[in-house]
């Protein structure tokens, strides 16, 4: 059943963002999508062969697995509703079963990979800037410096800029669906590409401003390129940068390379992970190693403003 054929027939409430999304991601990355209902609970199902160790060390553990989460790496749950229904849900269900990036715990605690959010109170990137304390701030400058020739300007998505899209991915240690080109041409998101002086390609990002809120959503880039001109750090600055321009409250810089993102000011949001399967005795087994598939947070507090003004975000 696709997305839209079950907002007609079944009543869906959910924001015209989200069903273009869903419907978009049917039509360029089928995954055997479904959709459902649980005491008024919606909930985005799809197949994945997933490594469960994924978050821990070097083990693997690669399985064909059922996902409770949208069919794109993003911090978003496949849900819109109450943990406790999709729970029930899942008592209804064969097979193994994971649900990703759920905002508050399940029954049995397990988390996945936190996303960060940089709270955005400033008028300028400079009045940004002056909040730092010192080492932050000097910090930031040296990566601007570096910077300092780039020349970043919106663009048209590419087989360029793809290329430099699945580089990263081939280096991601916690790697899940890889989106077609055809996502990224055809998906309302913005496109702003990263070039030298000289005109050569280095990276892109793809951001997305919905209401008050901007988000990164994608990148590509080399990495032979990220010294010479502290390339990512530059990337997210830059995000930052246009999110204060923009007068946006929140950033959403999206998940991993959590030590960058904390120390531009970045606050994280945790994000759950919940495991069932309908046999007893491996439900029983998977519940006692679920500790073992969580996510641990980087393990360094930065005091990055000279006042701590943003309130803790959940």
């Known amino acids: 059943m696709g997305?839209?054929?079950?907002?007609?027939?079944?009543?869906?409430?959910?924001?015209?963002e989200s069903l273009e999304l869903l419907s978009l991601l049917e039509r360029v990355n089928p995954c055997s999508q479904k959709y459902y209902m649980e005491n008024g609970t919606f909930i985005v199902t799809y197949r994945l062969g997933m490594d469960l160790l994924n978050l821990w060390g070097r083990l693997s553990l690669k399985l064909d697995?059922?996902?409770?989460?949208?069919?794109?790496?993003?911090?978003?749950?496949?849900?819109?509703g109450r943990e406790r229904d999709v729970e029930s849900f899942l008592k209804k269900q064969r097979g193994l079963w994971v649900v990703l990036n759920g905002k508050k715990p399940f029954s049995v605690q397990a988390r996945t990979l936190s996303t960060f959010v940089f709270k955005n109170s400033y008028k300028s990137f400079q009045d940004y800037l002056n909040s730092l304390r010192s080492p932050y701030r000097r910090r930031i400058k040296r990566a601007l410096e570096r910077g300092r020739d780039l020349v970043i300007q919106e663009g048209t998505f590419t087989q360029e800029h793809y290329g430099l899209y699945l580089d990263v991915v081939k280096r991601s240690d916690h790697p899940l669906e890889v989106l077609p080109m055809d996502f990224f041409k055809e998906y309302r998101g913005d496109i702003y590409q990263f070039r030298s002086k000289e005109g050569r390609l280095l990276a892109f990002v793809q951001t997305e401003k919905h209401k008050d809120t901007l988000r990164f959503l994608f990148c590509g880039f080399r990495r032979e390129d990220v010294e010479e001109f502290d390339l990512y750090f530059n990337m997210l600055l830059w995000i930052v940068k246009l999110g204060i321009e923009e007068g946006v409250t929140e950033i959403d810089l999206g998940q991993t390379s959590e030590e960058s993102k904390l120390k531009i000011g970045c606050q994280e949001r945790e994000r759950y992970l919940f495991i069932h399967h309908h046999n007893l005795v491996l439900r029983w087994i998977l519940r006692k190693l679920l500790p073992l598939f969580s996510y641990r947070s980087y393990p360094i507090s930065h005091r990055v403003f000279k006042e701590e003004h943003n309130a803790d975000i959940s």
């Open 3 to 16: 997305i839209l054929e079950f907002n007609e027939n079944g009543g869906l409430d959910l924001p015209m």
């Open 65 to 80: 697995t059922n996902v409770i989460g949208l069919p794109i790496s993003v911090a978003d749950p496949g849900y819109k």
